[in-house]
């Protein structure tokens, strides 16, 4: 069973968050995931750190989604890092070549803010 996405946000001095919960999946999780990406981005961070440790599934759509964030981010000059991914979705990313586009740290590597990860 699927558990929706859940996605915390927030950040500070231009170094800015995301912690991802659950699966992104459906078409509600694409948009949510979308609409959180474009209101970060649209406060014109140097740096986006994506938590993922929690993050459970993503579907084709979802990996789009992923893709989308990478590429509004490098277009405003930002650099987003993508933390602590599990194999699982590693491996999803890999199969559909998505994994080399990506800018992936493990979740100790996690320089945002600290208060969106899970406790």
Known sequence: MNKPLTIHAG????????????????????????????????SHPTRLWVDCQQLLEVSASGQRTLLRTESLARAAGVVCYWCG??????????????????????????????????E
């Open 85 to 118: 991914l599990s194999a699982h979705v590693l491996s999803q990313l890999a199969t559909s070549g998505l994994q080399q586009l990506l800018q992936l740290r493990s979740a100790a590597e996690f320089e945002g803010p600290r208060y969106i990860l899970p």
């Open 11 to 42: 950040g500070h001095r231009g170094c800015l968050g995301l912690s991802l919960r659950g699966s992104c999946t459906t078409p509600a999780d694409v948009a949510q995931l979308e609409q959180a990406t474009r209101r970060l981005l649209a």
